[in-house]
T-cell receptor
Framework: SQKIEQNSEALNIQEGKTATLTCNYT??????LQWYRQDPGRGPVFLLL?????KEKRKERLKVTFDTTLKQSLFHITASQPADSATYLC?????????????FGTGTRLLVSP | NAGVMQNPRHLVRRRGQEARLRCSPM?????VYWYRQLPEEGLKFMVY????????ESGMPKERFSAEFPKEGPSILRIQQVVRGDSAAYFC?????????????FGPGTRLTVT
């Protein structure tokens, strides 16, 4: 069956450290993968999109990798700050639908302590 | 440029009543998506619409749920005869009319509580 998995346990790190979140998927062949941030009581906010032919993408303190062989994406936040505390969702395109049909993971909660 | 707007933000309905959720996409966006998020679960795709057309409703329950995106006005997600299991956060997202991959812009959501 098709699955997209993120670590359901919260990730606790200290300010200034690098946070690394994992997204694994099975039985999908996505052309791209996206990462979103969601704060409590709010809608998700887009962060980064990475295509299948891109190994790595960066945006300021954020870095995403995409390994289509391992079927895994890693999301890194360097020099983390308490304001980075949120739930991070990965989403991939289900594919073969003719439109952008996103499948979301359940998200990983990141807690950055001062 | 205002973002995606949803109203109401909170909606309480008794079992058997109807719930109407509204979504105004970002200006210039013609693609609208509805998602449902249950506590401790991920966002689940429900339906994808363009103006006056339902493109894919494979994530919608077969009964009681309907969606529309008229030529004028917001997109509406309608739930008839609500049951307790319909209690969830409903998010609308929009994207520009471009082919291929693009980010989706989400609204703040409508939190539906069925009592």
């Amino acid at each position: 069956s098709q699955k997209i998995e993120q670590n359901s346990e919260a990730l606790n790190i200290q300010e200034g450290k690098t946070a690394t979140l994992t997204c694994n998927y099975t039985n999908y062949s996505p052309a791209y993968l996206q990462w979103y941030r969601q704060d409590p009581g709010r809608g998700p906010v887009f962060l980064l999109l990475i295509r299948e032919n891109e190994k790595e993408k960066r945006k300021e303190r954020l870095k995403v990798t995409f390994d289509t062989t391992l079927k895994q994406s890693l999301f890194h936040i360097t020099a983390s700050q308490p304001a980075d505390s949120a739930t991070y969702l990965c989403a991939l395109d289900e594919g073969n639908t003719g439109f952008q049909k996103l499948v979301f993971g359940t998200g990983t909660r990141l807690l950055v302590s001062p | 440029n205002a973002g995606v707007m949803q109203n109401p933000r909170h909606l309480v309905r008794r079992r058997g009543q109807e719930a109407r959720l509204r979504c105004s996409p970002m200006k210039g966006h013609s693609h609208v998506y509805w998602y449902r998020q249950l506590p401790e679960e991920g966002l689940k795709f429900m339906v994808y619409l363009q103006k006056e057309n339902i493109i894919d409703e494979s994530g919608m329950p077969k009964e009681r749920f309907s969606a529309e995106f008229p030529k004028e006005g917001p997109s509406i997600l309608r739930i008839q005869q609500v049951v307790r299991g319909d209690s969830a956060a409903y998010f609308c997202a929009s994207s520009p009319p471009s082919a291929g991959a693009s980010e989706q812009y989400f609204g703040p959501g409508t939190r539906l509580t069925v009592t």
